[in-house]
């Protein structure tokens, strides 16, 4: 396997789901680097190589439910999202961009991971339901409630944006 034509294709992807997870840059990255080094040092375990984008969402997913666990073993507390400055001189379009994907982030903070992951996985990432089964040990009835609920609770929370 070549780990540089995996990266190179699988980072992007990889990358956005852990943002969406931990919702912070820096630790964002870290799960990623991780997420790799973990997938180089277990290549053995993949079974199917042309799943390899599910297999190594399906150890982002674990990596970070394991810290976690951690985290709540050791009484610590998840970084809060942090705010972006957005400069004075960019284009209206991207502000607007920034704000509602800035509001998104915040909506997904507040619903259950499994909804957050649902979301991500198959709205933003557009993985179909399938796939998300595989990464997440779910069934395909699961997937299906997952996603539903999670379309709901964010669109009822989008509500009072509507024009």
Known sequence: MN?????R????????YCLSLVRHTPEAEDLLQETFVRAMRSASGLQQPDKVRSWLL????NLFLDACKKRSRHGQVDL???ESS???????????????SSLLQRILAGLPEAYQTAFTLGIVQKINYREIGEIT???AAT???NIYRARQKVAAA?????R
């Open 9 to 16: 294709n699988h980072s992007p992807g990889v990358y956005q």
């Open 3 to 7: 780990w540089e034509t995996v990266y």
């Open 158 to 162: 989008l509500k009072p944006y509507e």
């Open 58 to 61: 399906a150890i982002a997913r």
């Open 143 to 145: 997937v299906k409630i």
């Open 137 to 139: 040990g779910w069934s």
């Open 80 to 82: 809060e999202t942090a």
């Open 86 to 100: 957005v400069a004075d001189d960019r284009p209206d379009e991207a502000l607007l961009r920034d704000d509602f």
